[in-house]
């Protein structure tokens, strides 16, 4: 991008900013819609501009060669030996010597778009954005058209590989595409890694030889993304160039080779602090991870983008910064239920006659509340109680799982407004879980417009975790019910199934042009789901235990 474009949006970034001191709020809104629009009419503009660009570049790339006494690009019969050249005139950092390379061999190679990525690494390298950006553009012409797979990645989050699977479960071609594994997985949780889907040519002994080459891996990355996808799932971040300064050319990218998009927010691709409505749960964010509120307009400019992009947008209880959600529901996402299998009988202990085990699964103790947890079992186990904490940091997937099945009680998060995956194993075990539902700013909608109502988990908060917990652990029989009801919920809504579902609906309405009324996908009134199936029963209303529930007489 020119430094004039640049200032251009510079100043058009300031007016949207400014604009949020306007006393009407309509004349508030009418502003940023048009700059908005005027934002994204000049960025295709600027898009439609790249291949001509990319012309001029060689152009003035030749024109700089024959000044300087280059001699001809060498021609060559094999595609290993160009690239090699291509590689040495890099590290001599002669980058005009090696496009003009590879423009003399354009004619040579069968995979013109691999040529083409090869040349938007080298300019984007050179700091030449706009001619990277065309290079990109001029890849996904040349790409060849296998679009059928549905990707997801490119962070290593579990997730990913529970949605992948569910929809392969279906019949339908599904891969994740990671940089690299989270250190709690296994390398095979996922099937691609950008080393997987280098040509046969890009030969290095290992990834730190691969990543000295700078973007060069994403570039060729994306193109697999480009040949392969006909429906990216991503986060925020967007996909493979959102690890780059490219990012914010990548949704118009897709939309040029007609891939869709669905943004899928996780945490950290997502928070900007300081729109969090609940003080405590930035306090807990700001706890452990403090240096996201550094980079909080990158992120806040990344959910801006995909929110204008995305073909589908999920938000699930992450609401404080989302101006657009295509389907309400509280959280979307889903396990192999096979895997966690729930129990057939119930512990009898109830704190006197035995022990009951609690387990908790902090990946960041601050924003889970787990002091507030260590606090309320030794106060209880003063009052008599037998109570076990089982605390499990950073331990792999599979030992959560056999450790899950020995336990009687999940205790999950206390401070943010949410249940997520460690939540729904819990249930799909048929434990008994705690969690935080008591907020209304984050719930009402979905207890109104989706299905959080038939949720089991008991809302707990900090200040009443001691006596939920004392109230879970005296009454084996509260847990029991809870804990059916839990495996019944997960079977329903976050098993595989209940992807196919929701992936299914909203790849027929991006993908098929179907008219699905997605936003309503979960109505309780409404809804197909509402329509033939029953909703899950259980004892608690709007998460909590009525005041006249018999489970509150003294055991």
């Known amino acids: 991008m020119s430094k004039l474009s640049r200032r251009f949006f510079g100043y058009l970034a300031r007016r949207l900013s400014t604009q949020t001191n306007l006393k009407s709020d309509l004349v508030n809104k009418e502003m940023h819609g048009k700059l908005r629009r005027e934002v994204g009419s000049l960025r295709d503009k600027v898009l439609k501009l790249r291949s001509a660009l990319t012309t001029l570049t060689t152009e003035r790339q030749s024109t700089y060669a024959a000044r300087s006494g280059e001699p001809e690009p060498v021609l060559f019969q094999d595609e290993q030996a160009m690239y090699d050249g291509v590689m040495a005139l890099w590290r001599k950092g002669q980058v005009p010597a090696a496009l003009r390379l590879l423009d003399a061999n354009a004619g040579k190679t069968g995979r013109l778009d691999e040529l083409r990525a090869v040349q938007a690494w080298l300019a984007f390298q050179s700091n030449w954005v706009p001619e990277a ?5 001029a890849m996904v012409e040349a790409a060849e058209k296998k679009r059928s797979t549905m990707v997801w990645g490119p962070t290593a989050i579990i997730s990913n590989s529970y949605w992948s699977r569910a929809m392969n479960a279906a019949g339908v071609e599904s891969k994740t595409l990671m940089v690299e594994p989270a250190s709690i997985n296994r390398r095979d949780d ?70 869709k998009s669905v943004i899928l927010p996780y945490g950290g691709d997502y928070y900007c602090y300081s729109r969090v409505q609940d003080p405590c749960v930035r306090h807990g964010l700001l706890s452990n991870y403090a240096a996201q509120a550094l980079i909080e307009p990158k992120i806040q400019a990344r959910v801006t983008y995909w929110q204008q992009h995305g073909d589908a947008v999920l938000a699930g209880y992450m609401v404080d910064a989302m ?26 202990a109830d704190g006197r006659n035995g022990a009951v085990r609690v387990m908790h699964t902090p990946n960041h103790r601050g924003f889970k509340g787990t ?21 499990l940091e950073r331990v792999p997937n599979s030992e959560v799982r056999r450790l899950m099945s020995e336990c009687d009680i999940l205790a999950e998060q206390f401070i943010a407004t949410a249940y997520a995956l460690s939540g729904i194993e819990g249930m799909a075990s048929g434990l008994a879980v705690m969690a ?31 006596e939920n917990l004392r109230i879970l652990v005296t009454r084996p029989a509260l847990r029991e019910a809870l804990g059916r009801a839990g495996r019944e919920y997960v079977e329903k809504y976050h098993s595989f199934p209940a992807a196919q579902h929701l992936f299914g609906k909203i790849h027929d309405r991006i993908l098929r042009g179907k008219e699905e009324d997605i936003i309503n996908l979960y109505h309780p009134l409404t809804s197909e789901s509402a329509r033939t199936r029953p909703p899950v029963k259980h004892p608690l209303l709007e998460s909590r235990l009525p005041k006249d529930s018999p489970y509150l007489k003294e055991p």
């Open 323 to 348: 101006g657009r959600w295509d389907v309400a529901l509280f959280t979307f996402f889903h396990i192999d239920t096979s895997l966690w299998q729930a129990r057939q009988t119930y512990s009898g």
């Open 133 to 137: 950006v065309g290079f990109l553009e």
């Open 436 to 466: 935080n539902l008591h907020d209304e700013y984050y719930t009402r909608i979905y207890r109104r417009y989706s299905f959080l109502n038939e949720c089991p988990i008991f809302s707990t908060t900090p200040e009443i975790l001691k």
């Open 190 to 259: 996922y099937d691609l890694y950008y080393e997987d889907v280098m040509p046969a040519w890009f030969r290095f002994k290992d990834r730190d030889e691969m990543w000295a080459h700078g973007t060069l891996p994403y570039m060729l990355a994306f193109l697999y993304v480009i040949r392969h996808a006909s429906v990216v799932h991503v986060p925020c971040t967007g996909s493979v160039l959102g690890q780059t300064d490219l990012w914010e050319y990548e949704a118009q990218l897709f939309k040029r080779a007609g891939i």
């Open 371 to 391: 002091e507030f947890l260590v606090h309320a079992v030794e106060e209880l186990k003063k009052e008599g109680l037998q109570i076990e904490l089982v605390l």
